[in-house]
């Protein structure tokens, strides 16, 4: 099992950054790759970032990428998501998830799941 806490959430004024922590126990954080999804009010789960167990390999959505990093300390068994020049659009749940075999846009290949933080991107 892995418990996953994110935390770091909050509410901002567009073009504002944020930077989102996940903080891993439970079994060994470096064997997992791990992602960052968001839902919003009404919407379905949308994947945004992922990164391989090393670090050394990252994929974005879209709509995200130029504006968010993801990165992980596996020291401290901890993954961050840096979001840069937020937009309205940008107000969801964010989740953090672990993946034990691949990296991966899609949210069914995620094993473990944290509680979730708010942001909020205002106009």
């Known amino acids: 099992q892995v418990q996953l806490v994110e935390s770091g959430g909050g509410l901002v004024q567009a073009g504002d950054s944020l930077r989102l922590s996940c903080a891993a126990s439970?079994?060994?954080?470096?064997?997992?790759?791990m992602g960052w999804f968001r839902q919003a009010p009404g919407k379905e789960r949308e994947f945004v970032a992922a990164?391989?167990?090393?670090?050394?390999?990252?994929y974005y959505a879209g709509s995200v990428k130029g504006r968010f990093t993801i990165s992980r300390d596996n020291a401290k068994s901890t993954v961050y998501l840096q979001m840069n020049s937020l937009k309205p659009e940008d107000t969801a749940v964010y989740y953090c998830?672990?993946?034990?075999?691949?990296?991966?846009?899609?949210?069914?290949?995620?094993?473990?799941w944290g509680q979730g933080t708010q942001v909020t991107v205002s106009s």
């Open positions: 990164v391989s167990w090393s670090g050394g390999s990252t």
């Open positions: 439970g079994r060994t954080f470096s064997n997992y790759a």
């Open positions: 998830a672990a993946n034990s075999k691949v990296v991966s846009g899609t949210s069914t290949q995620y094993d473990y």
